[in-house]
């Protein structure tokens, strides 16, 4: 058809289409250049923060203190020295290394953090079944010992438990509570049945025997000191998200996650067992009978310790906040420390 032959509104209807397409056409191309440009800059910035954090780890100083009962206790005692106490339960199995993600933010928020491995994990000594009770006991023996009245508490993942413990026995005692990642009670609820496929097999392990459940804990150990970062990283693909995975991508977040475990192993697999064992075992508590507020956080990606775990929590508290992140798993906070912080804080 010639020019010619196109009347008026063919000519509009033409233009009109092809300005509608160059339109699309664009805005998908500023979308691709925007969620690029986002995990670039993610990835940036986790380098940037591995990088400081693996500096960190060759600098550190880490203390001791004694207990009553002779048992010592090892801790990590950073940020503002002047600053609010925060005290920083690790992940399980996990040691106090973890508290580095959370050092410049604390330092930025004026906190202290004092971080303590639990016991039988790092250099603390491990106290034989001890309940959540004691070990509530044992960290407000730390906190008067460091001449500590009042103070915050973070944990993040298996830590998160002792900041439910701690809110449920000695809400008097503090200032605010938060819940990264963490778990929710599996005994005897429905949320056993959604746990991460690593999380089964142990509690299928521990029906069976609890002697081959720390045995399983002990095969743990040993592979991470065998292990090169990477492939140690690879053997819980299953266990973590897209997401997570792509942090263990990093070969310093490889690096840390191994040096991580090897400190929570680091006096065989007595700590990480037994702390497994209270994850899953009758808390001793209800959940409805914490008044203290519970700030949650928590990733919609992650599969390790689902979203459900964070909904059930949410739900059952007497008085709570929850904060759901997008496109974030089970390692968020290697990212989101600040953000939480200041959100609770402020």
């Keep these: 058809m010639a020019i010619e032959d196109l009347n008026t509104d063919d000519l509009r209807s033409s233009l009109g289409i092809e300005i509608f397409l160059c339109r699309f056409c664009l805005i998908f191309i500023l979308l691709y250049l925007f969620i690029s440009s986002k995990a670039l800059i993610n990835e940036y910035l986790l380098e940037e ?22 048992r010592k206790v090892s801790y990590l005692d950073i940020g503002d020295p002047k600053g609010t106490p925060l005290l920083y339960f690790h992940g399980s199995p996990g040691s106090r290394y973890e508290a580095l993600f959370a050092e410049k933010s604390a330092i930025s928020n ?10 039988g994990f790092g250099d603390s000594d491990f106290k034989n079944k001890y309940s959540l009770h004691d070990y509530n006991n044992d960290i407000i023996e730390i906190v008067d010992q460091l001449n500590v009245s009042k103070f915050g508490i973070v944990g993040v993942s298996g830590g998160a438990i002792t900041v439910l413990s701690l809110a449920y026995e ?33 509690i299928g392990i521990g029906k069976i025997s609890p002697r081959l459940f720390k045995l399983a804990h002990s095969y743990m150990g040993r592979i ?7 492939k140690f990283s690879k053997m819980f693909k299953s266990a973590y998200s897209e997401t997570d995975a792509k942090i263990l991508k990093d070969e310093e977040m490889a690096k840390f996650f191994k040096l991580d475990m090897e400190e929570a192993f680091k006096n065989g697999a007595d700590g990480p067992s037994w702390d497994a064992i209270n994850i899953y075992s009758d808390w001793g508590f209800k959940l409805h ?45 290697v990212r989101k420390f600040e953000e939480i912080l200041s959100e609770v804080i402020h």
């Design 110 to 119: 004026n906190l202290r953090i004092i971080a303590p491995d639990r016991p």
């Design 170 to 202: 000695y809400s008097n005692r503090l200032l605010f509570a938060i819940d990264i990642s963490g778990y929710a009670p599996v005994h005897k609820t429905e949320l056993s049945k959604i746990m991460a496929p690593l999380d089964k097999l142990f």
């Design 49 to 70: 923060v591995m990088e400081n954090i693996l500096k960190r780890l060759n600098e550190l100083e880490t203390k001791l203190l004694t207990l009553s009962d002779g």
């Design 224 to 230: 991470v000191r065998k292990k090169s970062p990477q």
């Design 289 to 333: 009978d914490i008044s203290f507020k519970i700030h949650l956080f928590h990733g919609i990606e992650d599969i390790t310790v689902p979203l459900k775990f964070a909904e059930y929590k949410a739900e059952h508290l007497q008085n709570s906040s929850f904060t759901k992140y997008k496109d974030e798993g089970h390692f968020m906070f």
